[in-house]
């Protein structure tokens, strides 16, 4: 029996990654099956097992990605931090709601689906990438204040971290206006405002 397409063309890998993504998007990270992804790839049940070493392998290699597509737009949002620090650290907020809304299956594969990061050395690099340039832009906000006034850079990144996916989990589903008469843009903005203003970090 021939290969089928997806394996003769030398693009088995991808193929399943982003099959798993799609049917992560559709049933949740916890729902899809090797054999799943592998008849929406439209390869054999056994073919995954050329690259994955089980279920578990291959959802890392969805969310390694994810990551890395999601510290890219973190990095052009920032943008070295022009044109003054506090607008780019905003746009890195619209940037988080955007790939949440436009990746679903990367981003609950990333966040969502109890994966270890800790576990995969590749995965760990690609979420301490994009959490790097959380840390770059606290670290941009807080040259204003004197060195002891400063607030621990990786503090404020986790803060907004948690803050941008609670926005996303409570907010930024569904139908615009069903939970909220505020946007998620507007919801993130101002939270990440009041908690900067809070810290010292932007002046009233």
Do not use: C
């Amino acid at each position: 029996m021939p290969e089928r397409k997806s394996y003769h063309h030398g693009n088995l890998r991808q193929a399943l990654v982003e099959a798993t993504a799609a049917l992560i998007e559709e049933q949740g990270p916890q729902a899809f099956t090797l054999t799943e992804a592998a008849r929406r790839a439209g390869v054999s049940a056994a073919a995954p097992y050329r690259h994955f070493k089980g279920r578990e392998d291959l959802l890392e290699e969805v969310a390694r990605q994810g990551f890395i597509e999601f510290a890219g737009r973190l990095e052009a949002a920032f943008d070295s931090g022009r044109p003054r620090a506090l607008t780019a650290f905003l746009r890195m907020g619209q940037a988080y709601l955007d790939f949440a809304a436009d990746r679903p299956g990367y981003y609950m594969a990333m966040f969502e689906s109890g994966i270890s990061i800790a576990g995969n050395a590749d995965l760990a690099t690609a979420s301490g990438r994009a959490q790097g340039v959380l840390v770059t832009a606290a670290e941009a906000l807080a040259m204003r204040l004197p060195p002891a006034e400063r607030p621990p850079s990786r503090m404020v990144a986790n803060h907004i971290w948690a803050l941008s996916h609670g926005v996303v989990e409570l907010f930024g589903r569904g139908r615009p206006g069903s939970r909220s008469p505020v946007s998620s843009s507007e919801m993130l903005e101002s939270g990440a405002i009041i908690y900067l203003r809070g810290l010292g970090l932007i002046s009233e």
